[in-house]
DNA sequence: TTGAAAACGGAAGAAACGTTCCATTCCGTC
DNA sequence: GACGGAATGGAACGTTTCTTCCGTTTTCAA
């Protein structure tokens, strides 16, 4: 019942198809063609009148370029090159619709995957994203830190307590606020301007670390914050912050490029101090 | 004549234009901004009836959010997230490249890096390598415990932290073996027979962590543990035992797959129970 | 509790878009 | 040089999409 030949859905596949096809185009639609592929930005997110223009021929000779090589129309082609742009980026929903699609009912085995999936596609994410420079000011605010403050409740607890364990084993100075005995507020107090406050939140963010967090600033303490969004109440507190956008799995969040962006900070931490010292 | 305050037109400077002005949006604005900042793809790609469906507003809102911020409608606001696409993402060899042309002594993004690396190999290695019949043997075993005792200290201590964090959202009565005022001992003195004892550690395997394992075991409590060989002191006292191999990076370990386990544990656990009680 | 202003949902309207169609031009062949 | 088919330019069509408008709900202050 395939009546049709399929065409590339990919960017490479079109490639190589309209260089196989490409000498037995007219003239027009071969320069179409040729302006496509030097152009997939513009064709990608380019309206076909637009497309026409930049690249001097009709909006018409789009559409039967389309056609001539084997797409129901320029719509249709255009999903490739946009495609093309969605392939750098871990089309983490697509992936845990896969997941989903495979069997109904969930078992261990499913969401042991899907878990994997999600801290999978966090790092992916993260090391996209993440401006070098700033991981680089974070760095510098740590290492010319006295003592370090470790600011992080609930969910993200584990970030930081993790945080004193890899910061120790660095030779780093810290004090995990971890409000054992509501003593929170008075460990946090003990915090001095020469001292940073690593703070991590995410949405929701709660109240105790934001709360926490304003005492800490308020009392001059320059902070460093790890969140999730430019919404975030740490943002506005901080000297510098950096984002973090974990991937869900049903009710529960990745947290594995917080623990990789939180290890890559102690090593680079202790580095640095390390030749500040030598 | 220039009558109207600039917008940023990249996305960088719309994030903390955003930053600023969340604060004096309204509720569903900020739902709308919340969710472009969290899914800028699908804002760069979608039609404004898709996104409104996605981000569970109406289409008006999104044109509204626009207007609000200072863009001529959604269509102009959209152009910024295009724009940050058309930028380019540069591939992934491209990045690493550029990480290790920074200069040949270790940096922030290089540690970045190989951490991710490493998370992302656990991972992998965790699934293929993981027996799914041991893992349904391990949430049958927790899942038929009244109290699950969570053992776990200094590199892994986030691990088991994290458990209680999760456990309590499904539900599950846990208690964590934090060992403070060193109390572990009176703490795991609680753990009863009809309790299960979740036991993590990794060589080198801490003592107190194998003590306490040893002294609920005696005590005829059954246990499940997450640990690394089969040579682990706490093969031998485990009912069921699981086995993960993270990765190093430098003087550091992953703890990406461990997460991921326990993340499965405890959804399956919580589901398990939710069908048994009806 | 009441009233006004802001925000919201939903549908109608306006604009833009992709596609198709037809007349004209170009090119190879007889 | 004339013919026929393919290719092209340009306009019109129908559909989709964005935007605007208005009645209702919510929120905040008096």
């Known amino acids: 019942m395939s009546d049709e030949p399929t065409v590339p859905r990919d960017f490479e596949g079109l490639k190589a198809h309209l260089g196989v096809a490409h000498n037995a185009l007219p ?24 497309i026409a223009v930049k690249a001097g021929v009709q909006p018409s000779t789009l559409v039967r370029l389309a056609q001539a090589i084997g797409y129901g129309g320029f719509s249709d082609l255009q999903q490739v090159f946009r495609a ?49 420079h700033r991981l680089d000011a974070a760095v ?52 001095r301007p020469g001292d940073v406050v690593l703070a991590v939140s995410y949405a929701p963010y709660t109240r105790s670390t934001v709360d926490l967090a304003a005492t800490a600033a308020a009392a001059g303490v320059p902070m460093l914050a790890i969140t999730d969004s430019a919404f975030s109440p740490l943002v506005s507190m901080a000297r510098v912050w950096l984002e973090v ?11 594995a490029a917080s623990f990789a962006l939180v290890m890559a900070l102690a090593v680079s931490v202790g580095e640095k101090r390390e030749a500040g010292q030598g």
């Open 245 to 255: 956008a974990e991937a869900d799995y049903g009710a529960f969040r990745s947290l």
């Open 84 to 132: 093309r742009l969605k392939a750098g980026w871990p089309d983490y929903h697509t992936r845990l619709e896969a997941l989903k699609a495979v069997g109904p009912e969930p078992h261990p085995g499913l969401h042991l995957h899907g878990f994997s999936q999600a801290a999978i596609a966090s790092l992916e994410r993260l090391g996209a994203t993440l401006d070098p």
């Open 140 to 191: 510098d605010l740590l290492a010319g830190a006295d003592t370090i403050h470790l600011l992080g409740a609930r969910r993200v607890f584990p970030v930081t307590a993790y945080l004193a364990y890899a910061f120790a084993k660095m030779g780093v100075r810290t004090q995990l606020v971890d409000n054992v005995g509501s003593l929170g507020g008075e460990q946090i107090a003990a915090a």
């Open 27 to 50: 003239k027009r639609l071969k320069q179409a063609a040729d302006f496509a592929l030097r152009h997939p930005d513009d064709v990608a997110f380019g309206t076909v009148a637009e």
